[in-house]
């Protein structure tokens, strides 16, 4: 279910990025302002979406070698002694 939508947004756009708007549309069975909104939420996702994303990348890195908490900064330096 979408919320209300209560903001008014006039965009002017050239021709051809209306045609591609209109075609798209007329392609999925909706309207022009529901392929804009969709455009929105992909270029400019939730923070929630963004965090669930870093989220999922985490859980899918290879299992790798983690040193102990005392001897991390001294690793860090040497990684970015030898990166540097």
Do not use: N, Y
Not at 2 to 7: D, L, V, W
Not at 11 to 16: A, C, K, S, T
Not at 35 to 47: H, K, N, S
Not at 57 to 73: I, S
């Amino acid at each position: 279910m979408s919320m209300p939508k209560t903001r008014r947004l006039q965009v002017l756009l050239e021709q051809e990025q209306w045609d591609r708007l209109e075609a798209l549309a007329r392609e999925r069975g909706v309207t022009v302002a529901a392929v804009v909104r969709e455009g929105i939420d992909l270029v400019v996702p939730l923070e929630r979406e963004v965090r669930e994303a870093a989220f999922r990348t985490v859980l899918q890195a290879a299992p790798m070698d983690v040193p102990e908490p005392d001897k991390l900064p001294s690793e860090l330096e040497a990684i970015r002694a030898r990166s540097g």
